[in-house]
C-alpha cells in the first residue's frame, strides 16, 4: 500500500477547516450581531462589526455578483490541481489556505449574494482598515507567506 502524500491530503485539511470556522464564525455573527453595529473588542483597535460586502477583497468593486463566482469557482479548480501537483507541503499548505478562504466567500456569495464581514481592525473611528472576515484572513495570509518565499527564492538567487 502506497503511503499517504502529507503534501496531497494536508492542504484539503486546512481548507476544510477554515471554511468550517469561517461559516462558523459567520453564522454566530449573523445570529449574535446587530447589522451595521460595532462592539469593541479592544478599545478602536479591535471590533466586530457585522456588515455585508458584495464586492470582493478590500470592498473593490467589480460589477455584478456572477463574475466573482464564476472567477471564485475557476480560482478553486485551479488551486485544486496545483495542490494536486505540488511536491513542496509549504506550497501545497499556502494553496490549502486560498483554497479555503476562497471556498467560504463564495458559499456566502451562493447563499446570500454576498459576503458576510465582521472583523473590524484600525487605530481610529477613522483610521480603519475595510472590514474583513476569516476567509479574507486565510487568503492574505496565504499571500503574505508565498511573496515571502518567492522574496527569499530572489534574494539567494534560485528561480521560484
Known amino acids: 500500500m502506497k503511503p499517504v502524500n502529507k503534501a ?3 492542504p484539503f485539511l486546512v481548507a476544510l477547516a477554515i471554511v468550517g470556522l469561517d461559516q462558523l464564525t459567520k453564522f454566530l455573527v449573523t445570529k449574535n450581531l446587530v447589522y451595521g453595529h460595532s462592539y469593541r473588542l479592544i478599545g478602536e483597535v479591535l ?3 457585522y456588515v455585508k460586502n458584495p464586492d470582493t477583497l478590500f470592498s473593490i468593486s467589480l460589477g455584478p455578483n456572477f463574475p466573482y463566482i464564476t472567477l471564485g469557482f475557476v480560482l ?3 488551486l485544486v490541481v496545483l495542490i494536486l501537483h505540488e511536491k513542496q507541503l509549504t506550497h ?3 494553496y490549502g489556505l486560498l483554497l479555503g478562504g476562497a471556498a467560504g466567500n463564495i458559499i456566502d456569495r451562493l447563499r446570500i449574494g454576498e459576503v458576510v464581514d465582521f472583523i ?3 487605530i481610529s473611528p477613522t483610521l480603519r482598515w475595510p472590514v474583513f472576515n476569516l476567509a479574507d484572513s486565510a ?5 503574505i507567506i508565498y511573496f515571502i518565499i518567492i522574496l527569499k527564492g530572489v534574494k539567494k ?3 521560484t
Open 157 to 159: 538567487g534560485e528561480n
Open 92 to 94: 501545497s499548505l499556502i
Open 76 to 78: 478553486i479548480a485551479v
Open 47 to 49: 471590533k466586530l462589526t
Open 120 to 122: 473590524d481592525v484600525g
Open 8 to 10: 496531497k491530503i494536508l
Open 139 to 143: 487568503i492574505t495570509i496565504g499571500l
